[in-house]
């Protein structure tokens, strides 16, 4: 095994974190939020990118004839590589087509708040320069670039913010899964595979890393782990984590994977106190809504990382769909990307993406800072709120043009969110409020009126 461990740094200068709406502007230390003040910018902003980028988006999910099943993200353990076999591609990971400006533009066109990169994915391979390792971007690539620093950078200049995702999980270490091979992987499914050996790499290599990542690259707004279901990490380094993450900036948010009490993909946490800020439903939306804080992360086909033999794609009008039936539960939405090893966007996210943006900019008064519908979900859609206005996501356009609104609604007046000068006439009847609409739907995935409530 090609690895070594370099001493671990110590705590630079805490920075100041300054999120526009929720933090405060000292120079001379970081202002302690409450809870709710902390959480404020992620409640409001509802959109959010994740990236999925490493060296396996070289492979695309495929050795010779052999196609990884899932993701193309867990190839190394999915095509059955070694250590030894996988440390090539990380040698060979160049993609000089890499740009942090357009990623990031790409992501505020459409709609899209925040960013979440993963900074190490379960092969173990850093897309920053590690100072406790040299299986990182800078040792073992010849890109030689920091795409955690350009990214950040690029997210700070645009008002995107920027947010990274961790494995707890290892495949590559020596004191966590690397020395178990050809069973690197199998603590995920069987929890009698353990190595003694993990609590050091917690200490000395798992902390540190994350330490770097929260210290060196300035304002982190969510610290986003993965890989809390082997045996060897406890709840109790779960919470020593979640304690430790907060110590170095405490206004960061921090997912509940940091802990082990979430009830598998349905996301949120069972009985009992767990560390984290919100639930991850992964790859679902709750049929209900949630009394607690929620996201729910989602690919644009089947795979997270890079891979062109899926052409399983979500269309746009599924995707414009699930985010507001996601912002109607109280929810957010990270819908994810998988770039190409040269570092760019699959051709099919970039027309999903620009088509979300058109959407968003035209309905995003609806989507932004919006609450959880007060009302049962209607037939013909879904319903957000926000200061005193009830907003109609209408995803089957009524043919005869009445919309029939829920019979307890205090409807002061409406009209169509693109129009705000249309006058929507209403009449009550046995099943509520009807309003008279254009024979044809404003907008062809989810058309939007306005209800000002009295």
């Not at 370099?6 to 939020?33: E, G, H, P, R, Y």
Request: aromatic share 12%; charged share 25%; proline share 4%.
């Amino acid at each position: 095994m090609k690895m070594k461990i370099k001493k671990t740094i110590t705590l630079a200068t805490l920075l100041l974190l300054n999120f526009s709406v929720v933090f405060s502007q000292q120079t001379s230390d970081v202002k302690k939020l409450s809870d709710d003040e902390r959480m404020a910018w992620w409640r409001d902003a509802k959109f959010g990118m994740f990236i999925h980028w490493g060296a396996y988006s070289i492979i695309g999910g495929e050795r010779g004839e052999q196609i990884a099943g899932g993701g193309a993200e867990w190839a190394m353990d999915k095509l059955d590589y070694t250590i030894e076999e996988y440390e090539k591609f990380p040698n060979m990971f160049n993609p000089e087509l890499f740009d942090a400006d357009a990623w990031v533009t790409m992501a505020k066109n459409a709609g899209m708040k925040y960013i979440v990169i993963t900074s190490k994915h379960h092969d173990g391979f850093a897309l920053w320069d590690s100072k406790v390792s040299d299986y990182d971007i800078m040792d073992s690539s010849p890109f030689k670039r920091d795409i955690i620093k350009e990214l950040a950078e690029a997210c700070k200049k645009q008002g995107i913010i920027f947010c990274f995702y961790h494995s707890i999980v290892d495949w590559h270490h020596p004191q966590a899964q690397g020395n178990l091979f050809p069973n690197y992987n199998a603590g995920q499914k069987d929890q009698t595979v353990v190595n003694p050996e993990f609590p050091k790499y917690f200490k000395n290599y798992l902390k540190p890393q994350v330490e770097e990542l929260l210290t060196g690259y300035g304002d982190v707004g969510v610290v986003w782990f993965d890989g809390d279901w082997i045996a060897d990490y406890t709840t109790e380094m779960g919470k020593e984590f979640y304690d430790f993450i907060r110590d170095i900036q405490p206004n960061t948010i921090v997912n509940n994977r940091v802990d082990k009490g979430r009830m598998g993909m349905e996301g949120m946490d069972m009985e009992g106190n767990f560390a984290g800020d919100f639930g991850t439903p992964e790859q679902e939306i709750p049929a209900t809504g949630i009394d607690s804080d929620w996201e729910a992360c989602m690919t644009m086909n089947g795979s997270w990382g890079y891979k062109p033999s899926d052409h399983k794609w979500k269309s746009s009008e599924d995707l414009i769909q699930k985010l507001v039936d996601i912002v109607s539960k109280g929810g957010n939405f990270l819908l994810n990307i998988g770039p190409d090893g040269f570092g760019r966007f699959p051709a099919e996210s970039i027309r999903r993406l620009n088509d979300m943006g058109a959407w968003t900019k035209a309905n995003g008064e609806a989507i932004y800072g919006a609450t959880a519908s007060p009302y049962d979900r209607p037939e013909w859609g879904r319903y957000t709120k926000k200061d005193g206005v009830l907003y109609a996501h209408v995803f089957d356009w009524p043919e005869d043009g009445k919309l029939v609104l829920n019979g307890d609604i205090k409807l002061k007046e409406a009209s169509l969110l693109t129009d705000p000068k249309s006058k929507l006439t209403t009449e009550s009847s046995d099943q509520g409020f009807t309003i008279s609409v254009p024979k044809s739907a404003p907008d062809a995935s989810v058309s939007v009126v306005k209800l000002t409530l009295n």
